[in-house]
């Protein structure tokens, strides 16, 4: 998933929790739970991997930097 978002220069911004313990309880607000990886889209959180990736695939353009 990373390597999508950095080689396609993806407006996404990413959340290394172990490093900005701050955003967990942004994380549990918008989905309820703990669990990651989380994408954030219109205040809602999607949290498999492939529906993630499916995502992004769909919506790529819109979201390029």
Do not use: H
Request: hydrophobic fraction near 40%; charge should be negative.
């Amino acid at each position: 998933m990373m390597d999508i978002i950095e080689k396609e220069n993806l407006d996404i911004e990413i959340i290394n929790l172990s490093k900005q313990r701050e955003y967990i309880s942004t994380i549990l607000e918008i989905g309820g739970k703990m669990q990651v990886p989380m994408l954030s889209i219109d205040g809602k959180g999607m949290y498999e991997s492939m529906d993630i990736m499916n995502w992004i695939e769909e919506n790529i353009e819109s979201i390029r930097k």
